[in-house]
């Protein structure tokens, strides 16, 4: 079921974005500046704090009561130009439900209640990037930040029109 988090989802959106967060991130490990990123910022404060923003929504996917992945997006954040449409922020899907349409699902949900096009990014080592292409987003650039001293270049892409 895909609904709208509520502020009792916080701590669970917490959790699956810690998990998931070194699930891709730190692929030789873990170090104490992953840690400190982690542990700072995946808080149920802040997924509170997020969820009291006007312009930010968050789906959840639960089974069971169990949540399984969620979707964070920001009305009012511009990659360029406002034509390119809103961002996805996030799209974290638990690695044990991965390849069950969840992404997908919870994607078309955003196109259903919030509109089209959407863009995001995700960073150029991920795996995500073939998921995004074979949904038929477009490549509309890249975006490259700094994290422990490291340029961190990601890829950019719009959704389908």
């Given amino acids: ?32 500046e992953f840690s400190e990123y982690i542990f700072s910022t995946f808080t149920e404060a802040h997924f509170t704090q997020i969820l009291n923003q006007a312009s ?22 511009h990659f360029e130009t406002p034509s390119n449409g809103f961002e996805i922020k996030k799209l974290y899907i ?8 969840i992404g997908k ?11 089209h096009p959407f863009w995001l990014y995700t960073w150029v080592e991920n795996a995500s990037n073939g998921f995004y292409q074979h949904l038929g987003f477009t ?7 700094e994290a422990s001293g490291q340029a961190i270049e990601n890829n950019v892409y719009r959704s389908p029109c």
């Fill in 1 to 32: 079921m895909i609904r709208e988090a509520k502020e009792s989802d916080c701590i669970n959106l917490a959790a699956l974005s810690i998990k998931v967060w070194l699930e891709n991130y730190a692929i030789v490990g873990i170090r104490r």
């Fill in 56 to 77: 930010c929504r968050v789906l959840v996917c639960e089974h069971q009561g169990a949540l399984q992945g969620y979707v964070l997006l920001d009305l009012n954040s």
């Fill in 94 to 101: 638990d690695s044990r439900f991965k390849q069950q349409g």
């Fill in 105 to 115: 699902a919870l994607l078309s949900e955003v196109e259903q209640r919030f509109g």
């Fill in 139 to 145: 490549k509309i650039g890249t975006f490259v930040f």
